[in-house]
């Protein structure tokens, strides 16, 4: 299974824009990325994922690298509540299957 | 909508014991997802039914099983309990391609 490397945590500041790298080199033409982010005591949350084009929804925009060897989740403006561990998932085309790594934990300062 | 449920929400087993852990699919999904979580670590994919069938399993042992019945509903079985099973055991379910919701997690210990 193709793998990603995420950094362990990140810090941001309340209201101000962050961006989450994912590096995923050995990604395979069928497979999607997704993101999931789980807050404490809760289970994952999907937030966004895409192919190969930009996704943008209400939670997030994910920008996907034109070689598709990495992307980077966008949360336009972090809020308390952001403060979660994030994971880069690939996901092949034909699988449900989500493998999930160890994620960067995103504190936000107020 | 309920979202994904999940009973019951804390069991404590002792080693050798066997336990079911039950799963309420989010209203219109058919598709439903186990994954234990250690403490500390991302979650590990088990198993997943869609049809009542297993459709693709992760690499747990036989000691781990399912069942999904027609409502969608599902139950996880796990036999010959050890210590190293303490875990929270997640439900997500879907439907198609979409992204899988999460229920809250059944917190097991063993003793």
């Known amino acids: 299974d193709a793998k990603t490397t995420q950094p362990n945590s990140m810090e941001s500041n309340e209201e101000e824009p962050v961006h989450l790298p994912c590096n995923h080199s050995t990604i395979s033409g069928t497979d999607y990325i997704h993101w999931y982010r789980q807050l404490p005591s809760q289970g994952p949350e999907y937030v966004i994922h895409g192919l190969t084009s930009n996704v943008n929804n209400r939670m997030a925009s994910l920008a996907i690298a034109e070689d598709r060897k990495s992307s980077t989740l966008i949360l336009h403006r972090a809020t308390l509540r952001d403060a979660a561990v994030y994971y880069c998932i690939l996901r092949p085309r034909f699988s449900n299957m989500l493998t999930f790594g160890g994620g960067t934990r995103l504190m936000v300062k107020p | 909508d309920a979202g994904v449920t999940q009973s019951p929400t804390h069991l404590i087993k002792t080693r050798g014991q066997q336990v079911t852990l039950r799963c309420s699919p989010k209203s219109g999904h058919d598709t439903v997802s186990w994954y234990q979580q250690a403490l500390g670590q991302g979650p590990q994919f088990i198993f997943q039914?869609?049809?009542?069938?297993?459709?693709q399993r992760g690499n747990f042992p036989d000691r781990f099983s399912g069942h999904q019945f027609p409502n969608y509903s599902s139950e996880l079985n796990v036999n010959a309990l050890l210590l190293g099973d303490s875990a929270l055991y997640l439900c997500?379910?879907?439907?198609?391609?979409?992204?899988?919701?999460f229920g809250p997690g059944t917190r097991l210990t063993v003793t």
């Open positions: 997500a379910s879907s439907w198609g391609d979409l992204g899988q919701y």
């Open positions: 039914y869609y049809e009542e069938e297993e459709r």
